[in-house]
């Protein structure tokens, strides 16, 4: 992949509905030629953001520009950015080349047939549906059907791709295949792809970026392990559904939390004060223990959880919180644990991060 020259840009771009602010003040650039993940939960604006970037919606505020040309005022069919929604949105009384070539029939500059017919069986190819043209929507997979909604956009050679949350209706198996699928299909052509996903799971393993979305605002931008190793504030923690959290009270270089009272070195400014440490770097030990790497949690084992490469075991502490603690087996065979019983948490200070209303003095 190059990064080069952004391909999009958009600053300062607010969009209101009513008294709801579901963009707030967005900066945000793409580069080129790269896979770029929108994560978010329910409701942080990531359809809002993607109805924006195509012309759907125009913002209250901000500017928005594309291959170099502010596009702001300009309506979405002439902007030159696919989109692929959703539900697929496949028109079910045409084949399966008459629902990739429609965009090419239909759009401003006329395209001979022979133009036509090369072009509807390259996108076809390009997505594996050669064999399949003369079909009706009613009469392919779900899978099938979401590749005939990439082709129909990459048949217009967009530069930009907007994907809305394009994997949500696949069962899991299939999920993982058009995400590897995807990857590789982006690789072949020299576009970027935005894909919008409230999973966090597919947001790391797709993106070469990801920005997270949160009330309407990018929280954080930047690689999937820059964002897995630092997220920037606790609410990006929350979302990647890696770290146990444990709110508390950060007092100078000292953190107060359900473990005790222990040292900080440094803290990242939050709304508020928070301890976290990711779940593969949480470790078990016997409730007596007295050579701990460090804090100290006391917990009741609660359950455990086979996943494969790794075992998730629960707990859960004092004040009822559950507490996840993920052993890779590649690090050998976890403890015999007793449900039920008592044990302790503990990790290394050096990987917790901390959140704090006031920076660690
Ligand atoms: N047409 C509309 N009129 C009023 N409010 C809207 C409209 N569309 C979206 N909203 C609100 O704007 C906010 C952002 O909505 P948006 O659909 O962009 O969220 P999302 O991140 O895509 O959520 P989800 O993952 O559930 O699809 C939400 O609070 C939503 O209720």
Known sequence: MTQSEPIFRMEGVTHRYGDLTALDDIDFVAEDNSYIALLGPSGSGKTCLLRVIAGFEKPDKGRIWFQGRDITELP??????????????????????????FGLRNGAVKVSETDIADRVTDAIDMVGLTGLEDRSPDQISGGQKQRVALARSLVLQPKLVLLDEPLGALDANLRERMQIELRAIR???????????????????????????????????????????????????????????FNGELQGDTFVGPFGTVPVTAAQPNKSDVYAIRYDRTRIFSADAVDLPGPALPVRYLASEYLGSSIVFLFETK????????????????????????????WDPAQAIVFGKETAR
Do not use: C, W
């Not at 087996?329 to 976890?334: H, T």
């Open 76 to 101: 979405a069919h002439e902007r030159g950015i696919g989109f692929v929604f959703q539900n697929f949105a496949l028109f079910p009384h045409l084949t399966i080349f008459e629902n990739v070539a």
């Open 187 to 245: 690789e072949r052509l020299d576009v970027t792809f935005l894909h919008v996903t409230g999973s966090e799971t597919e947001a790391l393993a797709m993106g070469d970026k990801v920005a997270v979305l949160d009330q309407g605002q990018i929280v954080q931008y930047g690689t999937p392990d820059a964002i897995y190793d630092s997220p920037a504030i606790s609410d990006v923690a929350l979302f990647l559904n890696r770290f146990n959290l």
């Open 319 to 346: 004040d009822r919180k559950t507490v996840e603690v993920d052993h890779h087996l590649s690090l050998g065979e976890p403890r015999d644990l007793t449900v039920g019983e008592n044990y302790t948490l503990s």
